[in-house]
């Protein structure tokens, strides 16, 4: 009886020893992460209503990757395939832009008018603006873990 506690409490101690490894090494997955993703140029009259940041955890679903964050903006001015690149390049991202940012004169509902899709280091970087009648543009941004699935940039 005296072995089997013994190592239970060995075995207790183990797990409470990975976790005060493991819960460190997150955090700096999760702040590297984050670090890399303030560095995007938004242009200042964007005005930020979201922003989810969800940590580096041991168990990660892939239909909830982690780390990530999402973040959305909303502005009055209209946005340009030139503000993408801008955001893009002050990032150091190696990136590729899908659509002209111009609302189609044949669209009568929301509609998505063009995405950036870029890569730095061992991150995948998607904006994509969208354009509702009479409202401001949105433009929403997910960061996360490379993966060999998702659109790369050409360039």
């Not at 929301?110 to 899709?117: A, D, N, P, Q």
């Amino acid at each position: 009886m005296k072995v089997l506690g013994a190592v239970a409490a060995g075995l207790m101690a183990l797990g409470v020893a990975a976790l005060l490894v493991v819960f460190p090494l997150e955090n700096r997955v999760t702040e590297a992460l984050e670090a890399q993703a303030t560095q995007l140029a938004v242009p200042a009259d964007w005005e930020q209503v979201n922003d989810t940041v969800r940590r580096e955890q041991f168990l990660c679903m892939s239909t909830n990757p982690c780390p990530s964050i999402s973040r959305r903006w909303v502005t009055d001015t209209p946005v340009s395939v030139h503000d993408l690149e801008r955001m893009a390049t002050g990032a150091g991202l190696r990136f590729s832009v899908e659509g002209t940012c111009q609302r189609p004169p044949t669209a009568f509902s929301e509609t998505g008018v063009c995405t950036l899709y870029g890569v730095r280091s061992e991150n995948h970087y998607q904006v994509w603006v969208s354009d509702r009648p009479q409202e401001p543009q949105q433009v929403s941004l997910e960061v996360r873990p490379n993966r060999p699935y998702l659109t790369q940039p050409q360039g």
